[in-house]
């Protein structure tokens, strides 16, 4: 599975981005997930999706903020930001994880066995 995202960017802060992640490869019950990883700091959860799409799950510090979404037939994942704010300024990752079930989601950074090369997101105050 190869993952690469798009769509990164220069914005103020109160404005939107829609980063995507193609994957190419046999996807199937692989979970999505998207990271974040600011300058100095670990890398940490932003949202994640199971592949039926039915399930997601996200940071505190994004919730009603942020979308996770996906496409199965094209097998692309989305992630829309709203209401951006300095402190998401980031280098983004998308990620997938092998599941035994479509509907699970998956959380933790350990636990994804795929990345993409991430995407710069820069929230300008």
């Known amino acids: 599975v190869q993952l690469a995202e798009s769509g990164g960017g220069l914005v103020q802060a109160g404005g939107s981005l829609r980063l995507s992640c193609a994957a190419s490869g046999r996807t199937f019950s692989y979970a999505m997930g998207w990271f974040r990883q600011a300058a100095g700091k670990e890398r940490e959860f932003v949202a994640a999706?199971?592949?039926?799409?039915?399930?997601?799950d996200y940071a505190d510090s994004v919730k009603g903020r942020f979308t996770i979404s996906r496409d199965i037939a094209k097998n692309t994942v989305y992630l829309q930001m709203n209401s951006l704010k300095p402190e998401d300024t980031a280098v983004y990752y998308c990620?997938?994880?092998?599941?035994?079930?479509?509907?699970?989601?998956?959380?933790?950074?350990?636990?994804?066995?795929?990345w993409g090369q991430g995407t710069q997101v820069t929230v300008s105050s």
């Open positions: 990620a997938a994880a092998k599941t035994l079930l479509t509907i699970v989601v998956v959380t933790t950074v350990g636990e994804y066995d795929y």
């Open positions: 999706i199971s592949w039926s799409g039915g399930n997601t």
